[in-house]
């Protein structure tokens, strides 16, 4: 007898429209992972880093990197959305609700919102709602995603397309809810690392975080494991060498934390991301590769009923084995720079 009890993933002939996705596995969040996070990509958030300075702020204790959060419930969704993926393309509508502590335990469910097939008939593109709640049922996260799904058979029909209508931003009002008040007089910038408040940045400003990181092959596969992200081109180098690239990919997120843990340094009072209003991954990512950013400002907003936070609108641009002293992002004609590999538009929320 043929074993049939292992999963082979989702084709896109197997998604529908309004298809509900419940995802195994739940996960706690410990102490290891955030220890294991910071080892990957070095962040300096003062508020993630210390229990004494989140305390102060009126945090219980240190909050997870709002990324790990947004790692762990986008890895519970991979084994039913992208074990068979080619590539994840984009990113909108993503709103971090409430903030996730060690010791809390997250899972996931995904509706299907859009289906398209490519014009090759070989894949299609898959658009899900992915929500991410705590061990209480209280949503700590939800965004929206699409991701390239290969077919199982080329000369399947195709489903009829639809293609959501996403929000271009997240409005400000959904911003800052995992920020508990602030008693700005008790921030202390000196631990921080930066003195750069809210109201000291101008719409239009540019900022070359300077610094590069440089990936190895076993430090974006350890990143993608800690996840419990499946997807195959991350770490069968035996299939990937017979594919377009000849090699692994790394992992898109691993790309957007090493860019947000680059942007301590201009953006140090940055220190919760409260949205991702959408983003690319441009070209990929490999081993090997070293990553630079940089950011532009290109919205202030106050936070209704807040006057201790304000949120920035930023444009952060991730390049690789190319530094950003030119700030480099298209071309006379319009084309992505070489070298940019993620283009990202967030609401990052800091003391007024």
Known sequence: MTGTKTNAGNFFEDFSFGQILKHATPRTVTDGDVALYTALYGSRFAVQSSDEFAKSLGYPRAPLDDMLTFHVVFGKTTPE??????????????????????????????????????????????YVRSTGRNQHGDVVLEYCRWVMVRKRDKASPAPEAVVPKLPE??????????????????????????????????????IDHVDGMTLEEAEHQTATRLYQNTAKVHFNLHTESKGRFGKRIVYGGVVISLVRALSYNGLGNAFHLAAINGGRHVAPTFAGDTIYAWSEVIEKAEIPGRSDVGALRVRMVGLKNRDCSMLPLKTEAGEYAEGVVIDLDVWLVLPR
């Open 81 to 126: 959305i992208s074990l068979n993926a080619i590539a994840n393309l984009g990113y909108a509508d993503c709103r971090f609700l409430k903030p996730v502590f060690p010791g809390d335990t997250l899972t996931a469910v995904s509706e299907v919102i859009g289906l398209k097939e490519n014009s090759n008939r070989e894949t299609g593109t898959v």
């Open 169 to 206: 931003r997240v409005d400000p009002k959904y911003l800052a809810a995992a920020v508990p008040p602030i008693d700005v007089a008790k921030y202390d910038y000196d631990l921080a690392g930066s003195r750069y408040r809210w109201g000291d940045y101008e719409v239009g400003e540019k």
